[in-house]
């Protein structure tokens, strides 16, 4: 969400909060939701949002059907490791295009970017098993690097899940590589 949005959903909801607790007229709140909410009334903008509820729902349960999709893609199918690595290369480019489309919508976003590290890092991990023969020192080279790549995303995007997932990662790692 932008700055703009954020200021003014956080005006509203003061407006809203001094209008239930009779600290201004009724009158005087009305004008100014219906200001900040440039002319819409409170009814329509509920309205409007129940109803995009189901799609962001099925769109979310949609993205997230990909982790599993992808599971199953390498380890239960007897496909090539070139026509795996299409089509997980595929599931990732929808989801950056998906990414930017919700982006400007303000939707879902985060379950966007949760799918595509999940299998960037499931492609990762399949990709050095085939290309170095399960070597364990690789293996663990790729995981801190996602886990690491994942620290900084939400470090730098302020995204307090990738910081803690990452960080989580990283941890685990280091206890799995000690005991």
């Given at each position: 969400m932008d700055t703009k949005s954020q200021k003014t959903n956080?005006?509203?909801?003061?407006?809203?909060?001094?209008?239930?607790?009779?600290?201004?007229?009724?009158?005087?709140?009305?004008?100014?939701?219906?200001?900040?909410?440039?002319?819409?009334?409170?009814?329509?903008?509920?309205?409007?949002?129940?109803?995009?509820?189901?799609?962001?729902?099925?769109?979310?349960?949609?993205?997230?059907?990909l982790i599993p999709f992808s599971l199953f893609v390498i380890y239960f199918t007897e496909l090539s490791f070139v026509l795996q690595t299409a089509i997980l290369t595929g599931f990732v480019v929808l989801l950056i295009f998906a990414a930017i489309y919700y982006s400007k919508k303000e939707i879902i976003s985060p379950v966007i970017y949760i799918t595509t590290a999940i299998i960037v890092l499931i492609y990762s991990v399949n990709f050095s098993d085939a290309i170095f023969q399960g070597d364990k020192l690789i293996t663990y080279i790729i995981l801190f690097c996602n886990c690491f790549l994942w620290s900084l995303a939400g470090l730098y995007f302020k995204m307090l899940y990738f910081t803690i997932a990452g960080a989580a990662g990283i941890l685990i790692l280091i206890i799995s590589i000690v005991i």
């Amino acid at each position: 969400m932008d700055t703009k949005s954020q200021k003014t959903n956080i005006i509203i909801n003061e407006i809203l909060f001094w209008k239930q607790n009779k600290m201004l007229p009724d009158h005087y709140c009305d004008y100014l939701l219906a200001l900040y909410n440039q002319g819409e009334d409170m009814e329509n903008m509920d309205r409007k949002k129940s109803k995009r509820l189901p799609a962001v729902l099925f769109s979310s349960a949609l993205f997230m059907s990909l982790i599993p999709f992808s599971l199953f893609v390498i380890y239960f199918t007897e496909l090539s490791f070139v026509l795996q690595t299409a089509i997980l290369t595929g599931f990732v480019v929808l989801l950056i295009f998906a990414a930017i489309y919700y982006s400007k919508k303000e939707i879902i976003s985060p379950v966007i970017y949760i799918t595509t590290a999940i299998i960037v890092l499931i492609y990762s991990v399949n990709f050095s098993d085939a290309i170095f023969q399960g070597d364990k020192l690789i293996t663990y080279i790729i995981l801190f690097c996602n886990c690491f790549l994942w620290s900084l995303a939400g470090l730098y995007f302020k995204m307090l899940y990738f910081t803690i997932a990452g960080a989580a990662g990283i941890l685990i790692l280091i206890i799995s590589i000690v005991i």
